[in-house]
């Protein structure tokens, strides 16, 4: 049994994103039914809409950055019932028995985690479809909860990219007398700065464009450095016990190196792929120095997060929009024309 759904779908890898009405599977005993009130636009749904990365499934309905109200739940739920405002972000499942799913860790999943979208459940086959679209159903192990008094709208992006710069932050023990570096500013770098300040760090912002030091101090940021500057970068040599890189395209880090303290690490969580140029180890052997790579965050890793948020009330930067504007958001996307995130607001589907 099924009940049908209306979304917003990518049918190829070159067409729009248009309406699309689907099959989602009907409330098993674990599950909760949500109405999709909000979803964050993410660089990873443009990349899997338009098959960027390869192995992309259509007819596909993006969206992992999910903010709803809980319609009803199974019989075996306890942790929520109708009316919660919940989350659901980049994940809907895992193995749930390997040794990082029972660390809390279910992001590096052994046999990988079933994704919101673009994947296969794990039980009966059907594939995942995401939050462009007006509920969903997800398991309740999967599902967070919204603290009351934080902005809906401003939290759909904590999902992604929220918990995505918040993980290492926390992996890495940053806290008052960590000085951090964030290497980008946007959607992942504006939420790197508001928690890395609100953990208490001393924060400093890499940047390859003048005229960002008014919005990332703003943010948080104490320190605005121009990565295309020598001097600037030689002025900040040794610094840095962590280095947040939210570069979501391939770019050198050697530069970054030796801005690093000794045993500092330079962590990417923007861009996937092989490196150019190659690394120089010099910096590393002499100082104990790190690259490293994280990717979002486990499910009690994302609701220590958004326990944070409310109780420090940060929220995204958002453009809220409605879904008919889903494609000129994707463009607008690529030229970094938003400040810091689209937001759907999934109520304007009834529109058409």
């Known amino acids: 049994m099924t009940i049908k759904v209306?979304?917003?779908?990518?049918?190829?890898?070159?067409?729009?994103?248009a309406p699309y009405q689907f099959d989602r599977r009907a409330t098993r005993t674990d599950d909760v039914e949500i109405e999709i009130l909000y979803?964050?636009?993410?660089?990873?749904d443009l990349h899997q809409a338009r098959n960027d990365w390869g192995g992309s499934v259509y007819p596909m309905v993006p969206g992992h950055e999910i903010i709803g109200r809980v319609l009803s739940v199974g019989s075996k739920v306890t942790r929520f019932k109708?009316?919660?405002?919940?989350?659901?972000?980049?994940?809907?499942?895992?193995?749930?028995?390997?040794?990082?799913?029972?660390?809390?860790?279910?992001?590096?999943?052994?046999?990988?985690?079933?994704?919101?979208?673009?994947?296969?459940?794990?039980?009966?086959?059907?594939s995942t479809q995401g939050g462009y679209s007006e509920k969903i159903i997800v398991s309740d192990a999967f599902v967070v909860k919204i603290p009351d008094g934080l902005d809906l709208k401003g939290?759909?992006?904590?999902?992604?990219?929220?918990?995505?710069?918040?993980?290492?932050?926390?992996?890495?023990?940053?806290?008052?007398?960590?000085k951090v570096a964030v290497i980008g500013?946007?959607?992942?770098?504006?939420?790197?700065?508001?928690?890395?300040?609100?953990?208490?760090?001393?924060?400093?912002?890499?940047?390859?464009?003048?005229?960002?030091?008014?919005?990332?101090?703003?943010?948080?940021?104490?320190?605005?450095?121009?990565?295309?500057?020598?001097?600037?970068?030689?002025?900040?040599?040794?610094?840095?016990?962590?280095?947040i890189d939210t570069v979501p395209s391939i770019h050198d880090l050697n530069p970054y190196l030796p801005t690093l303290s000794l045993d500092g690490t330079l962590v990417l969580v923007g861009y996937l792929g092989g490196l150019e140029p190659v690394l120089n180890t010099v910096p590393l052997i002499l100082a104990r120095k790190s690259v490293?790579?994280?990717?979002?965050?486990?499910?009690?890793?994302?609701?220590?997060?958004?326990?944070?948020?409310g109780k420090h009330g940060i929220t995204s930067d958002v453009e809220v929009i409605p879904i008919q504007n889903i494609n000129d958001a994707y463009e607008r996307m690529l030229k970094s024309d938003v400040k810091y995130r689209f937001v759907i607001d999934i109520a304007s589907l009834k529109n058409g």
């Open 6 to 17: 209306l979304g917003y779908a990518a049918k190829s890898p070159t067409v729009p994103l």
């Open 39 to 44: 979803c964050g636009v993410c660089h990873s």
């Open 82 to 126: 109708a009316g919660d405002r919940v989350g659901v972000g980049c994940m809907v499942d895992s193995c749930r028995h390997c040794s990082a799913c029972k660390r809390g860790l279910e992001q590096y999943c052994e046999q990988l985690p079933t994704y919101t979208y673009n994947a296969v459940d794990r039980h009966d086959g059907m």
């Open 155 to 178: 939290a759909a992006p904590l999902l992604c990219a929220g918990i995505t710069t918040w993980s290492p932050l926390v992996h890495w023990k940053v806290r008052k007398s960590s």
């Open 185 to 243: 500013l946007g959607g992942l770098g504006h939420m790197a700065i508001k928690f890395a300040k609100a953990l208490g760090a001393d924060v400093t912002l890499f940047t390859r464009t003048p005229g960002k030091e008014a919005d990332a101090k703003r943010l948080g940021a104490d320190k605005i450095v121009l990565s295309t500057n020598a001097e600037q970068m030689s002025g900040v040599a040794n610094q840095f016990d962590l280095i």
């Open 292 to 309: 490293a790579g994280s990717v979002i965050g486990g499910i009690a890793e994302t609701q220590e997060m958004l326990d944070f948020c």
